[in-house]
């Protein structure tokens, strides 16, 4: 908890359209904006903000940035110990590819073994906040087991839809949590169909990605904590697994946070944005390279990397703002460039990471091969989840 003489409350002003910038009332339930369509996001009075020097002391996990979070009252906080996971330095694959400096956030060891945690502890918190009678969610795999863990410690009500193929570890541990798993043939764009159906009363709140204001909120916390684990030195570039989307709109919504509040100075050098995406499923590096005008027709494909099947997200053109604003890029990498990055992090660091996480790997080899990257500048990947409930994808493929 904080300390008891630590009164930290919510800065949280008003909610804003993320196209058309019009204001929308906070502490009520919102979904995407009635102007626009566009996902809504949270705006604070930064002016109000303390000094990064109150950090030290605090809990550690994602609720130290309690003012630059959402939740009003944290007698509704659901919280399973979120947040503030290790940055790891990477020696020996360093040391293998000419890397001056290689590091990784793991977030494997947040509680459900994944980076989704966040989202859904600020979610589910915010359900409580603003009186859900339960929360509903297609996802593809991670997602629907952080909001079963979270509804179960809050009390409410958890269905969770998730594709008929996603690996049974993830299918098991919502049900051990008492969630309601609904199985849908196809991509999470069918289940987000079949979450409309269920929920036509609107009696559940949605939390599908970036359809209400709350998740970003508590993923962007990994921007504060890289910053704060940095010693306020950011990286030269982040690589990020962008299926949804709204990790790397959340890091970059926090980068520019801690600009406005001065915990980093305005004239920082803020990081180079990496999005990377599967070859079986890559809308944003098809829009990017203007194979296609945007993703509403897109078509993937499952990948191993369950997380990143998202063919049509609906945060694409604020992906496409990171990108263009940090002068980033995307890219896709193959299922078995993944299972190549896999071996290499346990072989290599003793790190059996995600699918995801590996593929950012091998974004990394693939943009120093072209010079888009260079060996002297500072890298800092981010592994999304732990690789034991992806065992039904990459069960037996450990040879090279």
């Excluded at 991509?187 to 559940?204: F, K, P, T, W, Y």
């Excluded at 904590?225 to 570039?237: F, I, K, N, T």
């Excluded at 593929?359 to 888009?372: E, P």
Aim: proline share 6%; hydrophobic share 45%; glycine share 10%.
């Amino acid at each position: 908890m904080l300390f008891a003489t630590d009164t930290a409350t919510s800065l949280l002003s008003q909610l804003e359209c993320s196209r058309c910038h019009a204001p929308y009332e906070a502490g009520v339930p919102h979904t995407v904006s009635a102007c626009c369509a566009a996902p809504l996001l949270a705006r604070y009075a930064l002016e109000a903000a303390p000094p990064r020097s109150v950090l030290p002391g605090r809990e550690a996990t994602m609720w130290r940035y309690r003012e630059l979070l959402p939740l009003h009252d944290d007698a509704h906080r659901v919280s399973l110990g979120e947040g503030m996971t290790p940055i790891l330095t990477l020696d020996n694959l360093a040391a293998r590819y000419g890397l001056r400096s290689l590091r990784l956030k793991d977030e494997g060891q947040n509680p459900t073994g994944s980076f989704k945690a966040r989202g859904l502890s600020m979610a589910v918190s915010m359900a409580r906040e603003l009186g859900a009678a339960g929360c509903i969610i297609p996802t593809a795999g991670n997602a629907g087991v952080a909001m079963a863990a979270y509804c179960a410690k809050a009390g409410l009500p958890a269905t969770v839809v998730m594709p008929r193929h996603t690996p049974v570890a993830f299918q098991e541990e919502c049900r051990w949590y008492g969630a309601d798993v609904q199985l849908v043939d196809g991509l999470i764009n069918d289940c987000a169909a079949r979450v409309r159906e269920l929920n036509a009363a609107g009696q559940l709140l949605d939390v599908s990605t970036l359809k209400e204001p709350y998740r970003i909120e508590g993923k962007k916390t990994m921007g504060y904590e890289l910053a704060e684990q940095g010693g306020w030195h950011l990286p030269d570039v982040i690589l990020y697994p962008a299926g949804g989307g709204t990790g790397l709109i959340g890091i970059w919504k926090a980068l520019r946070e801690m600009q406005a509040i001065g915990w980093l100075p305005a004239e920082a050098r803020l990081p180079r944005m990496v999005a990377v995406q599967a070859e079986n499923c890559c809308p944003l590096v098809a829009t990017l390279a203007g194979r296609q005008p945007n993703c509403q027709q897109y078509q993937g494909r499952p990948t191993i990397a369950n997380g990143l099947a998202v063919p049509r997200p609906l945060g694409e053109a604020l992906m496409l703002q990171v990108l263009a604003e940090s002068s980033g890029t995307a890219l896709a990498i193959g299922d078995e460039d993944m299972l190549t990055g896999m071996r290499e992090l346990a072989r290599l660091e003793g790190l059996f990471v995600a699918p995801e996480g590996a593929a950012v790997w091998m974004a990394a080899r693939q943009l120093l091969a072209t010079g888009w990257l260079r060996p002297d500048e500072e890298l800092l990947l981010l592994n999304t989840g732990s690789a034991q409930k992806y065992l039904d994808n990459v069960l037996g493929r450990y040879a090279q």
